[in-house]
Nanobody
Framework: QVQLVESGGGLVQPGGSLRLSCAVS????????MGWYRRTPGKQRDLVAT???????NYADNVMGRFTISRDNAKNTLDLQMNSLKPEDTAVYYC???????????WGPGTQVTVSS
């Protein structure tokens, strides 16, 4: 049974930093592509960053240079370091795991990030 659990969300002032983590179990973590997505009320879930099984990362234009995605295949964890946070980064952030060969995908329940003074 696949399980993804996000942590690290919260309230932060503009310009501040947060680090999100996602603990993954029930899959062979090292062979899966991983990603962080976010959704604000009334909008679709948007890509934030992805990282392949080989460690290649990809970022949305609006977080490039501020956010860093990383994975630890030994610990089955995915992280997102978020710096220089802006109010428009406020959203629920979701962890995603995806098998690029068979299309299997799974999501965590999400963690709220609020950037406000």
């Amino acid at each position: 049974q696949v399980q993804l659990v996000e942590s690290g969300g919260g309230l932060v002032q503009p310009g501040g930093s947060l680090r999100l983590s996602c603990a993954v179990s029930g899959v062979r973590f090292s062979i899966y592509a991983m990603g962080w997505y976010r959704r604000t009320p009334g909008k679709q879930r948007d890509l934030v960053a992805t990282i392949s099984s080989g460690g290649t990362s990809n970022y949305a234009d609006n977080v490039m240079g501020r956010f860093t995605i990383s994975r630890d295949n030994a610990k089955n964890t995915l992280d997102l370091q978020m710096n220089s946070l802006k109010p428009e980064d406020t959203a629920v952030y979701y962890c995603n795991v995806r098998n690029v060969l068979n299309g299997f995908t799974s999501w965590g329940p999400g963690t709220q990030v609020t950037v406000s003074s």
